[in-house]
């Protein structure tokens, strides 16, 4: 009896660890089950396809299997204009591990974003994993190739055909393996490859030519020396607002017609007064010509009064329009700078070795570091091109920056860049710091009336009015409260005139590439 008990507990023991082995080994098989599985198959939400087409889009995935790579198409009903379907495919090749096995990243998907209105159009990405992508048999060129093709029988309404079509293109680009290098690129690998390749060399050794030549060049400009500026508040003469800013600026440009127009209101010549159709705008009227004038002032006006209505108004878009003719105004003053010794006739000249060698050297530099760093994907293939650009950049900078003015106009220049400094530093002082009338023409020539915007709102809110308000009773009655408003905004007219106006996939998805479009 005690035999038969023993025998009996045994067997439960027995039964009871094959129970517990059994379990422990289901998760091993399932996990080892997952592990040899992978996502692949066509997954139609919007339910676009017939049994025979899904059955032709099916065997095409099978294809694409066979030559080595797990597939996915994916259509959902989504209608969006921002032409994210590549990223969307590899979000969900990412999520789903469309791959052969953990880390393989060789899956393909095809994804769309069908318009719900009408799912004969919308977006698709065509995705393939790093394996595929990164030196594979399919690389972007490939991608591109897929995508023109199908986009080509989408736009037809073809849809299934352009599926069946895409993964055939694939499946044979699998098969076939990598393209072959062209012979460009075979010789690009061999003069460019790495950072000590005969390109390189060769790209630095010039660049070391391009940046003396221009040393010399910029060893020659003009110089003046022992020259000091004097901060201060208050303008060092009294030549004229558009003369200091361009002596400033070293150039000639549309601030100092603006501070013409400025100061032609300031001596009661125009008016700025608000646009009764648009009270955020300014117009411009003409009044007395009975002063003498100066020769820009007068073709200023000149360009104002051919302008103007019958009534002698210029709206804000009217103002505009004249600055077409600007262009004659700053040749004046130009012209009257060099006439007095203090800008240089020959600067063009003097600038031309810069231009001619600057901008050469950065478009072959660009193209030499550019062309053999995405062709052999390899940044150090383009580094001497990228050197050589450098150095044109900044030939072609300092070409820009060679100083107009002579070394009398610099010593000139000198005390009103002291006065800029000045008038910098007063900007962020209170109202009252310095005498505003005075200093507006000079501000708004020096291109300082952004610094000064909210001293001018102060100023407004303290009840002072500018001189070039003041300079007439209709004008004092319109403008005088919202002076600060309408200068701003003409300005602002006038400066928008003159200037012309994926990441995230760290699994199946990491290192794949993709191209789509909109059908």
Known sequence: MNLMRRRTARFCQILLLLLIATTLAMPLSAMAAAEDSNVSGLFDEAEKFDQQERESIENAIGEVEEAGAPAVVYLQLLATDDDRAVEYAQDLMEEWEVESSPGARDGVVIFFNLDPEDTDRGEFGVVAGEAHFDDGALPQSRLNRIRDEMINLLADDRMAEAIVLGLEMTADYLESGPPEPTRFEVF????????FS??????VGIAAIVAFLGARTWRDRPQATNVIEPVQTTPPSDLHPSIAGALVRGNVDYLQVEALLLDLAQNGAIALEPDPDDKEKTQIRILSQRRTFSEAELALLTMLVEEADEDQLLNQEAVVRTQQRWPEVQKIIQDDLEARGWFDPEVGRKRRPLWLIGTPALFIGGLTAIIPATTLEDLWAG???????????????????YPRTTIEGQRLAAAWRGYNTGLKRASKDQYGSIELDDAFPYIVSMGLLSDFENHFKEANTAGYV????????????KLAPYWHIHLFSMHNA???ASSGGSGGAGGAASGSGGAGGRF
């Open 198 to 203: 005969l390109l390189n060399g060769l790209m």
């Open 188 to 195: 690009l690998e061999r003069i460019a490859s790495g950072p």
């Open 383 to 401: 580094l001497g091109g990228a050197l050589l650009a450098l150095t044109g950049f900044t030939l072609v900078l300092m070409a820009m920056s």
């Open 494 to 496: 006038m400066h928008t």
């Open 466 to 477: 500018p001189r070039w308000v003041r300079s007439n009773d209709y004008q004092n009655q």
